[in-house]
Nanobody, 125 residues
Framework: EVFLVESGGGLVQAGGSLSLSCAASGFTFDDYAITWFRQAPGKEREWVSCISRNDGSTTYADSVKDRFTISKDNAKKTAYLQMNSLSPEDTAVYYC??????????????????WGQGTQVTVSS
């Protein structure tokens, strides 16, 4: 069963913006922290950002801090990643994942109960 679905990826020029969505179904979205990961060609999966269940606190990788913004809408059971000032280094498949209650940092891989299928973001130079 599919529990998380990412959307919003595409092709954008350097300096541009994209907004990604992560739509949840089939579980109690409000009980989960949502994390965004990305994986570029030939590179390992990278932790990008997380928004926690409690307080809605947010954390970001240094590589995206001040450019990306994570948010959530519990009524819509959807999390978002607003990406600004994009560069070719941001080119990757972006995934969302859900873990119960809190944001693990560094990631505790076994804590993620659900993963999306990924959405491609390509930034041209």
């Amino acid at each position: 069963e599919v529990f998380l679905v990412e959307s919003g990826g595409g092709l954008v020029q350097a300096g541009g913006s994209l907004s990604l969505s992560c739509a949840a179904s089939g579980f109690t979205f409000d009980d989960y922290a949502i994390t965004w990961f990305r994986q570029a060609p030939g590179k390992e999966r990278e932790w990008v950002s997380c928004i926690s269940r409690n307080d809605g606190s947010t954390t970001y990788a240094d590589s995206v801090k001040d450019r990306f913004t994570i948010s959530k809408d519990n009524a819509k059971k959807t999390a978002y990643l607003q990406m600004n000032s994009l560069s070719p280094e941001d080119t990757a498949v972006y995934y969302c994942a859900a873990e119960l209650y809190y944001c693990s940092r560094p990631p505790i891989w076994d804590d993620y109960d659900y993963w999306g299928q990924g959405t491609q973001v390509t930034v041209s130079s």
